[in-house]
């Protein structure tokens, strides 16, 4: 199914939200926090546009930064999934406002 959201009106909208809420869905509510100090992070790109992705060498670029971006705000790193035009990971820290700041960061050395 497309990404439709902006397209649609304020009744359509409020249509989806109703059968999600009715079928049990959750609305998007991030920290989602998974057990103490366990947390999925994702973010997607604006309008779902295929721009972390949109050269295997960008994604590949996008990765290593995530990573290194991550790695010294969080004690594990378990799992990631970096597609062109969204990524998760599963992360363990400490401070969800210092792992939010980091996700905010460039590292100028990694570019190419």
Same mark, same amino acid.
């Given at each position: 199914m497309a990404y439709n959201w902006r397209q649609m009106t304020n009744e359509q909208r409020a249509e989806v939200l109703r059968t999600r809420q009715e079928s049990g869905q959750p609305w998007h509510g991030p920290p989602h926090g998974l057990e103490r100090h366990w947390y999925h992070v994702a973010a997607a790109c604006y309008d779902h546009q295929h721009i972390i992705g949109n050269s295997p060498e960008r =994604?590949?670029?996008?990765?290593?930064? !995530?990573?290194?971006?991550? +790695?010294?705000?969080?004690?594990?790193?378990?799992?990631?999934?970096? =597609?062109?035009?969204?990524?998760?990971? !599963?992360?363990?820290?400490? +401070?969800?406002p210092l792992c939010r700041a980091a996700l905010g960061l460039d590292i100028p050395s990694l570019e190419r």
């Open positions: =994604l590949a670029l996008f990765e290593t930064k !995530l990573l290194v971006i991550l +790695s010294p705000e969080c004690e594990k790193i378990s799992g990631w999934c970096v =597609l062109p035009n969204h990524y998760h990971v !599963l992360v363990q820290c400490r +401070s969800v």
